[in-house]
């Protein structure tokens, strides 16, 4: 079989709009693929298409001379991604092209049914079979790998899952342009500490994306990422697992690890969401110790029977607990919920407005329902027949994915839908003009102005996506700071 020697790492879209001056997020999953072809001694470069377009990638390919470009693949905008691999390949037709990420994963053979360049498709975690897959091993004998035989797309089956993830080197990014991804001293450095979620929350694609059997690394190796970035300057860590806090005595050695080793000043968020019954008091006490600031909660539904029917597998009581507990002890708080679940009312959103305003916390966000295929939900929704569009129209167009009801039920028409979305964009925004209002009180009068232009669909939606526009900003403030001082 053909051996593969030079591999170009690619990220694709993952938004829609102009690319140019907005910030791309670095991929931890392409990281520790780097890290495994790395290790084998097999030569590889970065490309992120956030920092060019199609045309820079092509004359990227054509510098560094791969023989196996690697994509890692979004679900949401796949059609436009299948597009950029179908030039991608049009103008290097020998060149074989590799898939792996979230798409591939979820979607499995459809991939590369529906895009006939794409040459493999590594399903879940890809650190080992992309390693066999370059060292030309036959491919049948390959596992979590798909691929073309005599026309026909064919799987080679689940690969065991990596038991021991403190073998698996933690990203460092050589050759990546960090200096475009870490602009400030506040730009977080991702971290991944487990993988794999055990819950069947309906909506949730995750566990179909990164498996459902949980596994995690070792504080140790935990910190040994976090020092190494620590020495080189960094203190901001953002956690980007779906269950940090699933075993709290890990937590507990990670907090403990941090401290024997003396690393002061870190400033850690868990954004990704973590459970509300997988905290209490004790615990958070000890992660604020060590330098956790910010905690995202997955609420969903401040009502039980929501919860009960999106087998969220929580209560409300042990959601109010932790969002007092984490607001009394100064943490950072933000909360996700979803509008219109199955079985959801007007007055079960009322619900969730309710417990929202009841607390100080920073942020909320509530969701379109995305119905993702294969999950739960997407299935429940199609045989009912309460879908609006089809996967293919809201998984390819922003303005769906983001502002349009997907779907109807008898307790929510559609109608009801386009009004609980907007008034609960309302409430988003009146939470985060209330924090705004917290930061700019020293300015007086001018404190509500600037806090309503701060939420204005201007500011937020068009000039914040920009990260010279959030530079220029900082710097604006800090001026205005001194200037008060004096």
């Known amino acids: 079989m053909t051996k593969f020697n030079r591999v170009l790492l690619v990220q694709l879209l993952h938004h829609e709009g102009p690319l140019k001056g907005t910030d791309p997020f670095i991929s931890a999953g392409l990281g520790y693929i780097a890290e495994s072809l790395n290790r084998e001694g097999i030569e590889h470069d970065y490309f ?11 004359s990227k390919i054509e510098e560094f001379e791969p023989d196996l470009i690697g994509i890692r693949m979004m679900t949401f905008l796949y059609r436009k991604n299948y597009a950029i691999i179908k030039t991608i390949k049009t103008r290097f037709k020998d060149i074989k092209i590799v898939v792996g990420g979230p798409h591939i994963s979820t979607m499995r053979k459809m991939v590369l049914e529906e895009c006939e360049e794409i040459d493999f498709g590594i399903v879940l975690e890809g650190e080992e079979t992309i390693i ?11 596992k979590g790998l798909i691929y073309r035989e005599n026309g026909t797309v064919r799987y080679t089956g689940n690969r065991e899952f990596i038991r021991n993830l403190d073998e698996v080197s933690y990203p460092k990014y050589k050759g990546f342009p960090l200096d475009r991804y ?27 994306a990164i498996g459902s059997k949980f596994r995690a690394r070792g504080a140790t190796n935990v910190v040994d990422e976090l020092e190494y970035w620590y020495s080189k300057g960094h203190v901001v860590f953002s956690i980007l697992d779906d269950n940090f806090t699933l075993v709290r005595k890990r937590v507990y050695e990670i907090c403990d690890e941090i401290e024997r080793r003396g690393l002061k000043g870190l400033t850690i968020t868990c954004g990704n969401g973590v459970r509300a019954d997988k905290v209490d008091k004790p615990l958070l006490q000890r992660m604020k110790e060590v330098g956790f600031t910010h905690l995202s909660f997955g609420v969903e539904a401040a009502n039980n029977s929501v919860l009960h029917n999106l087998k969220k597998g929580e209560d409300i009581a042990d959601i109010e607990r932790a969002v007092r507990l984490a607001c009394e002890l100064g943490f950072s708080v933000e ?19 309710k417990l929202t305003l009841r607390y100080p916390i920073t942020n909320v966000k509530f969701f379109n329902i995305i119905p993702y295929p ?18 293919e129209d809201y998984l390819n167009n922003s303005s769906i994915h983001d502002e349009k009801p997907l779907f109807f039920t008898p ?39 600037l806090s309503t232009l701060a939420v204005s669909d201007l500011v937020e939606n068009r000039l914040m996506t920009y990260s010279f526009t959030r530079r220029l900003l900082r710097k604006f403030g800090r001026l205005l700071t001194r200037s008060k001082s004096y």
Do not use: Q
């Not at 066999?132 to 390959?142: N, R, V």
């Not at 794999?196 to 179909?208: D, E, N």
């Open 132 to 142: 066999e897959l370059c060292s030309g091993k036959e491919l049948d004998a390959i």
């Open 374 to 391: 294969h999950t739960e939900l997407h299935d429940w929704l199609e045989k009912n027949n309460y879908l609006v569009y089809s996967p």
């Open 411 to 449: 307790e929510l028409s559609i109608s009801d839908r386009v009004k609980a979305l907007r008034y609960t964009r309302g409430v988003s925004k009146l939470i985060r003009k209330r924090e705004h209002m917290k930061k700019f009180e020293r300015y007086g009068v001018l404190a509500d102005v």
């Open 335 to 353: 909360l996700f919920f979803m509008v219109g679940s199955p079985t959801e009312t007007w007055e079960d959103i009322e619900d969730s407005v």
């Open 182 to 208: 870490f602009t400030s001293e506040n730009t977080p450095i991702p971290i991944i500490t487990s993988r794999g979620c055990p819950y069947k929350c309906i909506y949730c694609p995750v566990a179909l």
């Open 48 to 58: 992120d298409i956030g920092f060019g377009n199609i045309h820079s990638l092509l």
